[in-house]
């Protein structure tokens, strides 16, 4: 533990809550301060603080880009292995970019918000939020 982290009031905390509650409201897309809040307004747009508790969610604009930076990483590594999967299976076909473009729309469809979701849980736990 260093000097910063000693001197913070007890009030200053993160209280320690079990991992698998913590992962599941990151996923789910609650506020990693109260719980309660919601990181989205509606299925895609992201809020920029909390309803509930005012938690700002975005980290000087960075919240945002690396986001897109993760899901741009873990769709180019499922469509790498889903490519060859279908490659070596049943070879290149005529719809085979088509078969991945529709993949790389559906991943990034299910991945945003758990993406999100943990990426902003990583900044508050680590001090850069709240």
């Not at 790498?80 to 005529?94: K, Q, T």
Request: proline share 7%; glycine share 12%; aromatic share 14%.
């Amino acid at each position: 533990m260093g000097i910063t982290e000693s001197r913070r009031t007890p009030a200053q905390q993160p209280e320690r809550l079990p991992t698998p509650t913590l992962l599941r409201t990151a996923f789910l897309g609650y506020c990693p301060n109260c719980l309660l809040g919601k990181l989205f307004n509606g299925l895609m747009r992201p809020r920029s603080s909390c309803a509930v508790c005012g938690m700002p969610f975005e980290y000087e604009g960075g919240t945002f880009t690396m986001t897109a930076f993760i899901l741009y990483l873990l769709i180019c590594a499922a469509l790498a292995v889903e490519g060859l999967l279908l490659a070596l299976i049943f070879g290149i076909f005529p719809g085979f970019r088509w078969v991945l473009g529709g993949s790389a729309l559906v991943l990034y469809l299910v991945m945003n918000r758990p993406v999100r979701g943990l990426w902003v849980w990583c900044l508050w736990r680590l001090g850069y939020l709240g």
